[in-house]
DNA sequence: TGACCCCGTTGACATTTGTCAATGGAATTT
DNA sequence: AAATTCCATTGACAAATGTCAACGGGGTCA
């Protein structure tokens, strides 16, 4: 149940076995099925969520009701609307399974509790950030200015290995553009 | 010279007068006039800077030779590529000067003792993080799936204050549209 | 001061992408 | 197994945005 956080946490500090096993007591673990939602829209994002096994993705609603997908996590990730955790503010964000899934969470008394007693943990944490802002970063340089086939090609490229586990609309929401382009980039680029 | 940056951190964490004359001594300052660089594609990254007077923006430069605008940064804001600075690898973004600018460099080394002998010094950059991917994700949110005047909206709202302070080209450049594009919208929206 | 260049604007037209509607297949539910 | 829903595809057309070219004002530099 604690393979992908281990793995995750090992890999960006050196953690003792002691440290570890604070860790997997703090985590909740929770398990979560398929079009389930973790958050949603109007209630305030309390717990930050580790994936370790499934898929969820977030996304918001315009005034149109069209959905805007924000961001898809797999095993290995973290997924959760920081903006809501930090402020306590409202959600605007809705995250959602997109497989039956298992988690690990964390509320903000279990993060704030680890933050004080586990040096490694801030660290890791600070690491996490700055690698997820650097996805952001890159995924902002693939969205503007350029065209609907060339930000499909990235996404490619970026999401090889579990492209078939996301449906293709939820694909075209993520790039920013409809269903049916999508659908058109592809038939003409497999020629 | 360094009033924005100890505003900044007596805004996020409480700090000792020691710890802020520790910070002072640790800041490289440095001029830079409009027009200049402060980093260029191909060079590693290798110090975050943050801003005391003055501004900056950061920009890719795709295939064809045109410029996307990543950033913005004026008073009180940090600039650089995380990335390059993270990896060492060289850096695909440009930072250039908008108008005569006074920062406060961190390099690899200085960064690091800072984190090493400033506890708070980790919390602050942790939070800083937080707060610039928490709006990175709003931007991404405020370009996926809306009209070139929905996004135009939006950047007025959130840069009302520094507007005249950036030409068009770049804010057009930022929003992933032409410049002719905002041009337009600009006049349809007077009306 | 004069020459130059940058940049914002405008027009005409091309291209891309969105919208709406219909279809058929696959998956899910009963 | 049948019914239902969801989703990818396709076509025809509309709307948004990009491209190219020209113009002119304002700032900059010699």
């Given amino acids: ?98 497989e039956d899934s298992e988690l690990l969470l964390l509320d903000h008394e279990q993060h704030d509790y680890l933050l004080k007693n586990i040096p490694q943990y801030e660290t890791y944490t600070r690491l996490i950030l700055q690698n997820a802002y650097v996805a952001l970063q890159r995924r902002i340089e693939g969205t503007i200015g350029l065209t609907a086939e060339e930000k499909y090609s990235r996404f490619l490229n970026q999401y090889s290995t579990c492209l078939n586990r996301v449906p293709q609309h939820l694909i075209a929401s993520y790039l920013g553009i409809t269903p049916e382009t999508l659908s058109r980039i592809r038939k003409q680029m497999t020629r």
Wanted: neutral net charge.
């Fill in 1 to 98: 149940m604690f393979e992908q956080l281990i793995k995750s946490i090992q890999d960006k500090v050196p953690a003792t076995e002691e440290e570890l096993q604070l860790c997997k007591h703090y985590f909740t673990p929770k398990k979560i099925r398929k079009k389930q939602f973790l958050l949603q829209e109007g209630d305030v994002c309390n717990r930050l969520a580790f994936v370790e096994k499934g898929s969820l993705y977030s996304y918001s609603t315009d005034a149109k009701g069209t959905q805007r997908v924000i961001q898809f996590a797999f095993e290995g990730w973290w997924i959760s609307d920081l903006y809501s955790f930090f402020t306590k503010e409202p959600s605007n964000l809705n995250i959602e399974a997109l």
